[in-house]
Each structure stands twice: as C-alpha cells, then as structure tokens.
C-alpha cells in the first residue's frame, strides 16, 4: 500500500508500507500531482528492478 501524506515542511510524501512496516519513503514534493506521479513511477519500476549491492566490506 502507498500512503500520502504531508511531512513538517508541508511537503508531499508517499511512504509503501506492507502491513504496519513502513518499507519506503519518498522524497518530498511541492504538488500532490508530482507525488502522485511518483507512486505510478516506482509501481513500474520496482516489479522488474534489479538489485545493485553498494555496501563496502568491513574489513
């Protein structure tokens, strides 16, 4: 599920949530529109993106 809402700014924000678990936020956006076309964007994209594993080693 994506959820707008609006932060401390007044800016928009969506966050996807699976049950209670909040698994990502967006940035923020001035219009609801922009908002609203982000949560189509990463519905696209998340279905078939790949995985890039960033984290250095510690060692």
């Known amino acids: 599920m ?4 609006r932060d401390a700014n007044k800016k928009y924000r969506f966050r996807m949530m ?4 909040v698994i990502a936020i967006s940035e923020g956006f001035e219009e609801k529109a922009s908002v ?8 696209e994209v998340a ?6 594993d ?3 080693p510690v060692g």
Do not use: G, N
Request: aromatic content about 8%; cysteine-free.
């Open 2 to 5: 994506f959820e707008i809402y």
């Open 54 to 56: 960033k984290s250095v």
């Open 36 to 43: 609203v076309a982000a949560i189509r964007d990463a519905r």
């Open 47 to 52: 279905a078939t993106a790949r995985i890039a």
């Open 18 to 21: 699976e049950k209670d678990r």
